[in-house]
């Protein structure tokens, strides 16, 4: 399948902001837009993924079309929108195996199966297909033409929005189409563009070594910028809004939202030295002694040893892996406001301006009212 490639043009002065991968997180997207201020004066566009991972799809979905109708609202199409209408259309271009597994591993945290069952279908085996299919369209047809109807790219003179990346600016319309909902570690591919290349699909986090962090990436000599926060697929996930220049050529600024309790740090604490990001696919463990509240482990892959939280530990057929970890101690001053991840009883795992670490000190709540 080919790209579909969509011109826009957007309008001069007008405040745009730019979000991906909300993955069913509709408390974050409206935190997100409620602490930046959106309003009718402000163009939005969602950058894909607004499915997947999360049993709020739907109700996500129908939040991003009732956005729509309201306000000025461009949306492209990612790989995870794009698992509903290729199945609603029997499509061929995902493979029922696919689904099988996906419908297993997902359950009602796939927007496919929350449909059927609220349909009255089946999806238990690929034989429930059929009739499930025809079940989803009869019930959602507005939900399904709206992700049908939209593009894989948006180009404006200045910027080209797309989930995943592109090789080039040219020939749009020849590129295929999951290449560019789906194009993993695209930073790394050495691509440089006249136009800003503003993607999501990739948590940002995945491109750091050192220290784990949501904050929108951009390299303004290559004029790519990638914003997935890892809404929903981290425990410390956030969700970005990119905000463009007024003017071609000004200063990009950035609004996220994480949902977790900030609080108050009473101490000051100085940076680890030589911290280390464990991140998914990088992440294989030898658990070396397992304790209730955290595990002593080496990270395979560099050999360093660290404590991890015994409950990010995860053991499959490939041995012991763990959700995104860290020793990186946060650098704090008293005063500070930390978004706290979750609180241990060595200290808690926080956020500092979007980058996640230890904070061994003191916390105050904060104080009703207090801004």
Same mark, same amino acid.
């Given at each position: 399948?080919?790209?579909?490639?969509?011109?826009?043009?957007? $309008?001069?002065?007008?405040?745009?902001?730019?979000?991906?991968?909300?993955?069913?997180?509709?408390?974050?997207?409206?935190?997100?837009?409620?602490?930046?201020?959106?309003?009718?004066?402000?163009?939005?566009?969602?950058?894909?993924?607004?499915?997947?991972?999360?049993?709020?799809?739907?109700?996500t979905?129908?939040y991003?079309?009732?956005?729509?109708?309201?306000?000025?609202?461009?949306?492209?199409?990612?790989?995870?929108?794009?698992?509903?209408?290729?199945?609603?259309? /029997?499509?061929?271009?995902?493979?029922?195996?696919?689904?099988?597994?996906?419908?297993?591993?997902?359950?009602?945290?796939?927007?496919?199966?929350?449909?059927?069952?609220?349909?009255?279908a089946?999806?238990?085996?690929?034989?429930?297909?059929?009739?499930?299919?025809?079940?989803?369209?009869?019930a959602?047809?507005?939900?399904?033409?709206?992700?049908?109807?939209? $593009?894989?790219?948006?180009?404006?003179?200045?910027?080209?929005?797309?989930?995943?990346?592109v090789?080039?600016?040219?020939?749009?319309?020849?590129?295929?189409?999951?290449?560019?909902?789906?194009?993993?570690?695209?930073?790394?591919?050495?691509?440089?563009?006249?136009?800003?290349?503003?993607?999501?699909?990739?948590p940002?986090?995945?491109?750091?070594?050192?220290?784990?962090? &949501?904050?929108?990436?951009?390299?303004?000599?290559?004029?790519?910028?990638?914003?997935?926060?890892?809404?929903?697929?981290?425990?410390?996930?956030?969700?970005n809004?990119?905000?463009?220049?007024?003017?071609?050529?000004?200063?990009? @600024?950035?609004?996220?939202?994480?949902?977790?309790?900030?609080?108050? &740090?009473?101490?000051?604490?100085?940076? /680890?030295?030589?911290?280390?990001?464990?991140?998914?696919?990088? /992440?294989?463990?030898?658990?070396?002694?397992?304790?209730?509240?955290? @595990?002593?482990?080496?990270?395979?892959? /560099?050999?360093?040893?660290?404590?991890?939280?015994?409950?990010?530990?995860?053991?499959?057929?490939?041995?012991?892996?763990?959700?995104?970890?860290?020793?990186?101690?946060?650098?704090?001053?008293?005063?500070?406001?930390?978004?706290?991840?979750?609180?241990?009883?060595?200290?808690?795992?926080?956020?500092?301006?979007?980058?996640?670490?230890?904070?061994?000190?003191?916390? &105050?709540?904060?104080?009703?009212?207090?801004?």
């Amino acid at each position: 399948m080919r790209a579909v490639v969509r011109p826009i043009q957007l $309008p001069a002065g007008r405040r745009v902001l730019v979000v991906s991968d909300l993955h069913g997180n509709l408390s974050l997207l409206k935190g997100l837009l409620g602490k930046a201020g959106f309003s009718q004066d402000d163009v939005l566009i969602v950058l894909g993924d607004i499915l997947e991972r999360n049993e709020g799809s739907l109700d996500t979905l129908r939040y991003v079309m009732e956005l729509s109708e309201k306000y000025t609202v461009h949306t492209v199409l990612g790989n995870c929108d794009n698992i509903t209408p290729a199945f609603a259309d /029997s499509r061929g271009d995902i493979p029922d195996a696919f689904y099988e597994r996906w419908f297993r591993a997902q359950g009602e945290r796939c927007l496919l199966v929350k449909m059927a069952h609220l349909a009255g279908a089946a999806v238990d085996t690929a034989a429930d297909y059929p009739a499930a299919r025809a079940a989803i369209n009869a019930a959602f047809g507005p939900e399904l033409d709206f992700l049908r109807n939209l $593009p894989h790219i948006l180009v404006d003179d200045h910027y080209l929005f797309v989930h995943g990346g592109v090789p080039r600016e040219d020939r749009l319309e020849e590129l295929d189409a999951h290449v560019c909902m789906k194009n993993d570690d695209f930073l790394n591919q050495g691509h440089s563009f006249r136009r800003w290349v503003v993607v999501g699909h990739w948590p940002v986090t995945l491109y750091r070594e050192d220290i784990p962090s &949501a904050k929108p990436i951009l390299l303004h000599e290559r004029h790519i910028a990638s914003i997935d926060g890892g809404c929903t697929l981290k425990a410390d996930g956030q969700l970005n809004a990119l905000i463009l220049p007024r003017q071609p050529g000004g200063e990009f @600024s950035y609004v996220a939202y994480d949902g977790f309790p900030v609080m108050t &740090a009473l101490e000051d604490q100085a940076p /680890s030295p030589d911290p280390i990001n464990i991140r998914w696919g990088r /992440s294989a463990l030898e658990v070396l002694e397992k304790g209730e509240e955290f @595990s002593r482990c080496r990270h395979l892959e /560099s050999g360093r040893v660290l404590d991890v939280l015994t409950d990010y530990l995860r053991y499959d057929q490939r041995g012991v892996h763990c959700e995104d970890s860290t020793d990186y101690l946060l650098p704090v001053k008293a005063g500070d406001r930390l978004s706290v991840v979750r609180r241990t009883r060595r200290g808690a795992l926080a956020k500092k301006d979007g980058a996640t670490g230890w904070y061994l000190g003191k916390l &105050a709540e904060v104080c009703h009212g207090e801004k």
